[in-house]
């Protein structure tokens, strides 16, 4: 009989080696572009410090050296912080691309422009949105904080990415808005002066007088905040409409983000000083104009005795004392 040796024992050098071999065995290995399990670590790794390294360094310049640059308003700080924030990402992406997978920069700069080539034709409305992202931060027509109106649509800026902008609106729910919207089409920023004017319009009775309506609109945007004492409250007369008065009560405020709440208080103060002056607000009235003569309709009994109460059945129509006065011949 022949008897095996046993294997000697694999020291604790040997096992770590063993371990690093499978580590580092490549499952894809394509010129020097090698993927392992190691190297995914690193690479995971490395993404993982430069995200903490953004935000300790945002965190800096965000509390101790942004504000002592009065001169910088908040929203160019933010434009800045976020600049860097993406300036750090990309560094980051491109350093752990080369200690983790062994990539070489000059091909990685290679396979960036192809896909920058790809995502260009297979994702337009994206890449419109990054780039109009890009506008939003550098023009800035918008900041954070900034009160605006997309259409129906009003709210506050919360965030503003590179792809959407994040609006808060007045019941705190949040929409996310495509950058390229807020490019293409128009936008009302009611925080963009420090003041402006706010039209609230009126009607009244036909028969109102015109100087007491004037004087009335006058008072009720008196005794309202934020709405300014100079340039001074004027009152338009805009014409006749349908059994009534137009007009528009013109109004300076220092409070443009509050217009909502603003013109809910005047209007419930014209009411009021309405009701106290006597003057009438307009109700929609047609006369209408009947010629004499004879209306011939075909009368008929009705089959049901219950649906027949209260009246004739006249061509399915219930005819009623009440109701209509028509005369009918059989």
Same mark, same amino acid.
């Given at each position: 009989m022949?008897f ?17 071999d ?11 572009f ?24 945002r ?16 929203? /160019?700080?933010? *434009? =800045? $912080? ?6 750090? %990402? ?7 691309? +080369? ?37 939003l ?24 990415? /590179?792809?959407? *902008? =994040? $609006?808060?609106?007045?019941d705190?729910?949040? %929409? ?7 490019? +293409? ?51 338009r007369?805009?014409g ?90 059989e």
């Open positions: 022949i095996q040796e046993p294997a000697p024992p694999l020291s604790g050098k040997a096992v770590i080696n063993k371990i690093q499978y580590l580092q065995y490549p499952f894809i290995n394509y010129n020097n090698k993927i392992s399990i190691l190297s995914l670590v690193i690479f995971a790794a490395v993404i993982f410090i430069t995200l903490l390294v953004s935000r300790f360094i965190s800096i310049l965000d509390k101790r050296v942004l504000p002592r640059f009065s001169n910088i308003d908040r929203g /160019l700080q933010y *434009t =800045m $912080l976020r600049m860097v924030h993406y300036l750090i %990402i990309f560094f980051g992406i491109i350093y752990a691309l +080369k200690a983790g997978f062994g990539a070489d920069l000059t091909g990685i700069a290679v396979v960036i422009g192809f896909l920058s080539v790809g995502i260009g034709f297979g994702l337009q409305a994206i890449t419109g949105d990054v780039i109009a992202g890009f506008i931060l550098f023009e800035r027509p918008l900041r954070v904080g900034d009160y605006l109106k997309l259409g129906e649509m009003e709210g506050r800026v919360a965030q503003i990415n /590179l792809r959407s *902008t =994040m $609006l808060i609106t007045n705190q729910v949040t %929409i996310i808005v495509p950058n390229s919207e807020l490019v +293409k089409n128009r936008v009302i920023n009611w925080s963009y002066s420090s003041k402006v004017r706010i039209k609230v319009p009126v009607e009244t009775s036909e028969k109102s007088d015109l100087d007491a309506v004037t004087e009335t609109l006058i008072r009720a945007a008196s005794d309202i905040a934020h709405v300014l004492t100079e340039p001074k409250p004027i009152v007369f805009i006749h409409g349908d059994s009534s008065l137009k007009f528009e009560l013109l109004i300076w405020t220092d409070a443009p983000h509050d217009h909502q709440r603003i013109r809910s208080d005047i209007n419930r103060h014209i009411h009021q000083l309405f009701n106290e002056t006597g003057i009438a607000i307009p109700v929609l009235q047609r006369d209408f104009h009947i010629r004499g003569g004879v209306v011939k309709l075909n009368k008929r009994k009705s089959k049901n005795h219950k649906a027949a109460q209260g009246g004739e059945i006249v061509e399915g129509i219930r005819l009623s004392s009440l109701e209509a006065k028509v005369k009918s011949e």
